[in-house]
């Protein structure tokens, strides 16, 4: 996790990238990124968060703006003066060395003594327990096993920087969740900075101190996996962080704080106000599953809608309901199974509720 006290380590400013000068890969992108920060760049196939990364390591060139890796410029630095370790999706390891060899590389590369390569990649092995493994050759290993030497790689010559271009993308579901776990448990014992791409959203949730939602071209917010899930910036990051509900509206009140949203000119519900939004123009609620409740009492100051379930999935440990809602169907809720509960059923009348706290009305940015 990051330090109470931290410094940006990465600073982009102003950063546009464009190949025939009509067409914006990514625009107008400014932020930073701490030391010893884990961000993940998370969205869609064709957002930019790639490009961004490959302009960090210098394989692609931004069209403006500039790029600060402390105080130094990093624009016109070639990829390999950049010190920045690198993990790809395909690995990228040489098929004719050895494990250990792999491993070396780039201290070989920046001419380190023979006797201190050794202690360097018997270091690295233990980090990712291959030690056992150090004479074989990458066809020889797991996909998970190659993707620790790939790591291994990055982090061998010490540098401060890591970045990871969708890594575990060619994992099956069991080893990717374990090697997510461990990959947050190397950032967090070495302290080392780690800037991760990825399209899934449950690995930036897992994994990051911060996220940053990309879309076309421009980051649509940056912040904590909580706040991106509970504070939404718009109608985009509700829609692409976990479930919404994200009907849509005008906005008929606004007092800076809470907001009335009219879903029908005879039914309203009343929200967080999210930036960007104003009294008579168009709006999103953004409403997670979880927080609406089923025939029962929403906390605070509440909404309440009366619908009709049209389908019920169990779930185990809850019931995942589609209902119709303010005339709209694909209402989505999760209503905990409890024992002495009568299970819910298809075409059963429902009052369902929420409090005015638990959503957000939010501009419909980025849709």
């Known amino acids: 996790m990051l330090a109470s006290v ?24 400014n ?13 869609p196939s064709g957002s930019g968060k790639t490009t961004t990364l490959m302009m960090l390591a210098g394989f692609e060139a931004p069209s403006n703006g500039t790029i600060l890796l402390g105080k130094s410029r990093l624009n016109e630095t070639p990829p390999h003066r950049r010190n920045i370790g690198m993990v790809f999706q395909n690995y990228a390891l040489f098929p004719n060395m050895t494990v250990a060899q792999n491993i070396a590389f780039p201290l070989s590369v920046r001419h380190v003594p023979k006797a201190e390569q050794q202690q360097r990649v018997e270091r690295a092995l233990a980090m990712v327990e291959l030690a056992h493994l150090a004479e074989r050759r990458p066809a020889q290993l797991s996909g998970g096993q190659q993707q620790r030497v790939a790591l291994a790689r990055a982090l061998v010559f010490e540098p401060k920087l890591v970045l990871m271009d969708e890594p575990l993308g060619a994992l099956d579901k069991n080893l990717r969740e374990s090697m997510q776990y461990e990959i947050k448990r190397l950032h967090e014992r070495l302290g080392v900075t780690i800037v991760y791409v990825t399209h899934d959203q449950s690995e930036a949730l897992t994994m990051s101190d911060r996220v940053a939602v990309f879309h076309h071209g421009r980051i649509q917010q940056i912040a904590t996996p909580k706040e991106l899930y509970e504070d939404p910036a718009n109608a985009f990051v509700a829609n692409f962080i976990g479930e919404n509900n994200g009907l ?14 009219a879903l029908t000119p005879e039914i309203s519900v009343r929200g967080r106000a999210g930036e960007g939004i104003a009294t008579d123009g168009p709006a ?61 059923v298809p075409g059963q009348a429902a009052t369902i509720s929420w409090g005015q706290d638990d959503c957000k009305i939010v501009a419909n940015e980025g849709a």
């Open 284 to 344: 999103v609620l953004a409403l997670r599953p979880e927080n609406v409740s089923f025939d029962g009492e929403a906390s605070g100051e509440g909404n309440r809608l009366t619908g009709t379930i049209d389908e019920v999935i169990y779930c185990g440990d809850h019931w995942r309901l589609h209902l119709t809602a303010a005339g709209r169907d694909g209402f989505i809720m999760k209503v905990p199974n409890k024992t002495a509960m009568a299970p819910p």
């Open 248 to 261: 849509q509206g005008r906005v008929t009140a606004h007092d800076g704080y809470y907001a009335t949203l």
């Open 6 to 29: 931290s410094k940006p380590l990465v600073t982009f400013s102003s950063i546009d990238k464009t190949y025939d000068g009509e067409t914006f890969v990514t625009r107008n992108l």
């Open 31 to 43: 932020f930073m990124i701490e030391e010893g920060e884990f961000l993940s760049l998370l969205g």
